[in-house]
């Protein structure tokens, strides 16, 4: 008899029964995604592209092979589609690749779902509106004013039409915790609130509703849960956080939040002029959700405290190094 303890075999490891598969796992949405289907019991895959390894698996979108084999493999109950160039500008000036990844990767990822029956969220954007008539419900006519818009409103058509039971989620601008303040447009700011010595012109023309990214994964969750005892959750959905704000508005909330000066943010109320076009105002009308039951709100300043703090430039060695 031996006194070494038995190997530990795999089945002494509880491995959730419920799997659930997240593209775009290494984005700011998609990694709160796999984080709160991770942490609520369920079998969560990841998979991303450039930023992948090691903890995730890295899939090309554009690989239909690959994007088959690891579907048949794992036999998902769900699928959350975080992956898309989501930078306006980008898509307009990439168009083409912009649209692979954005319509033909979503509806190649529509018609694997439905082969193995997993139920797929795509994650669409408040962009496929013109934002003249806000607030906006899921039976509104889209009318997209930008590229962008219109590779996610398409996806969403080619997703629903490869997969009848497949849920579309549009969102609204995120933030979040973020790996490098770039990855979202509401972090992105933080380096001119923070640098007081210098004036920062900010957009105070469209109206935003930011959104926590934990908010959208929560809800991700939920309306898969829903799905797995109810059939008929399929379709469009909206969510959003329901605080109204332009850029110059967030901006001051975010030097609210850390204490710091905001009289150097400029408010620009004209509508801008370089880049894709945006909409002034494409609020989501998020009530189908809560009435479902189906929802969560961070607070902004909770939120963007949370999210920023590790980006704060220390008072004191600030004044050091630029005085």
Not at 10 to 25: F, K, N
Not at 239 to 246: D, R
Not at 278 to 287: E, F, T
């Amino acid at each position: 008899f031996s006194l070494v303890s038995p190997p530990v075999t795999e089945e002494d490891v509880d491995i959730p029964s419920r799997r659930a598969l997240i593209t775009g796992a290494t984005g700011l949405l998609g990694r709160a995604v796999f984080k709160e289907f991770n942490e609520n019991n369920w079998n969560a895959v990841g998979c991303g592209y450039r930023r992948a390894q090691p903890r995730f698996e890295q899939i090309n979108l554009l690989d239909s092979v690959a994007v088959h084999d690891i579907i048949h493999d794992f036999q998902p109950h769900v699928i959350v589609h975080c992956a898309a160039e989501r930078r306006p500008d980008v898509v307009e000036n990439q168009p083409e690749a912009a649209s692979q990844l954005n319509v033909a990767a979503s509806g190649n990822l529509a018609k694997e779902a439905a082969g193995v029956g997993a139920f797929l969220i795509y994650i669409s954007t408040d962009y496929v509106f013109d934002g003249t008539s806000p607030p906006y419900k899921e039976t509104d006519i889209p009318n997209p004013l930008n590229l962008y818009g219109k590779t996610k409103l398409e996806g969403e058509k080619v997703v629903l039409e490869n997969n009848e039971g497949a849920a579309v989620l549009r969102i609204p601008i995120l933030y979040g915790e973020v790996e490098r303040l770039e990855e979202s447009a509401v972090t992105v700011m933080f380096d001119k609130v923070q640098f007081s010595n210098k004036s920062a012109n900010m957009d105070h023309w469209q109206q935003r509703f930011p959104t926590n990214v934990k908010d959208v994964a929560s809800v991700c969750r939920q309306l898969a849960e829903k799905r797995m005892l109810d059939p008929s959750i399929r379709g469009t959905f909206h969510w959003s956080g329901n605080e109204q704000m332009t850029k110059y508005e967030m901006a001051c909330a975010i030097a609210d939040a850390f204490n710091l000066p905001s009289s150097h943010l400029r408010p620009i109320t004209d509508c801008p002029v370089v880049g894709a076009l945006r909409p002034r105002n494409a609020q989501l009308d998020c009530s189908k959700l809560e009435m479902l039951g189906i929802g969560q709100r961070t607070p902004f300043r909770a939120g963007i405290k949370e999210s920023l703090w590790p980006f704060l430039i220390d008072k004191r060695w600030r004044q050091t190094v630029f005085h």
